[in-house]
């Protein structure tokens, strides 16, 4: 069988995977929604507090580029609300990289190419037992 270039939907569904992977290795206690229909795509326990994460996928050529915007709304094109959403974690397929945003409502994230955000740096994490 021929593989096929991966859908949409796909694509969101290997970031989602990779999320785990890196929050489990990072020693994270990973919860996943069992409803389709929520607003967010995980909640990570953090030292005893509750993260929710909206991940969304960057899936294009970013060569020679600096930066890039990316939709922060849902199918709905309805923003995620700061009381439903703590941080767009967005995977950077052909960077292979992570950019963490702290959710400020916006309908538009500027991921900079140059400021790959460091996960415990931008949840300013201290005392942490997970190491990045």
Same mark, same amino acid.
């Given at each position: 069988? &021929?593989?096929?270039?991966?859908?949409?939907?796909?694509?969101?569904?290997? /970031?989602? @995977?990779?999320?785990?992977?890196?929050?489990?290795?990072?020693?994270? =206690?990973?919860?996943?929604?069992?409803?389709?229909?929520?607003?967010?795509?995980?909640?990570?326990?953090?030292?005893?507090?509750?993260?929710?994460?909206? @991940? *969304?996928?960057?899936?294009?050529? %970013?060569?020679? *580029?600096?930066? /890039?915007?990316? &939709?922060?709304?849902?199918?709905?094109?309805? *923003?995620?609300? =700061?009381?439903?959403?703590?941080?767009? /974690?967005?995977? %950077?397929?052909?960077?292979?990289?992570?950019?963490?945003? &702290?959710?400020?409502?916006?309908?538009? =994230?500027?991921?900079?190419?140059?400021?790959?955000?460091?996960?415990?740096?931008?949840?300013? @994490?201290?005392?942490?037992? /997970?190491?990045?």
């Amino acid at each position: 069988m &021929k593989n096929q270039p991966l859908l949409g939907s796909q694509k969101g569904e290997v /970031a989602e @995977i990779l999320f785990d992977a890196m929050m489990v290795q990072m020693g994270y =206690v990973v919860l996943r929604p069992s409803s389709t229909y929520s607003v967010y795509d995980r909640v990570v326990d953090i030292n005893g507090e509750f993260v929710r994460f909206q @991940i *969304k996928s960057l899936n294009t050529d %970013v060569s020679g *580029k600096t930066w /890039a915007k990316v &939709k922060t709304i849902t199918s709905n094109n309805i *923003k995620y609300d =700061v009381l439903d959403v703590d941080y767009i /974690a967005i995977y %950077v397929s052909t960077l292979n990289s992570w950019y963490f945003h &702290k959710n400020k409502g916006k309908t538009i =994230v500027f991921v900079s190419f140059r400021n790959l955000n460091n996960f415990v740096e931008c949840l300013g @994490i201290k005392n942490s037992t /997970a190491s990045p």
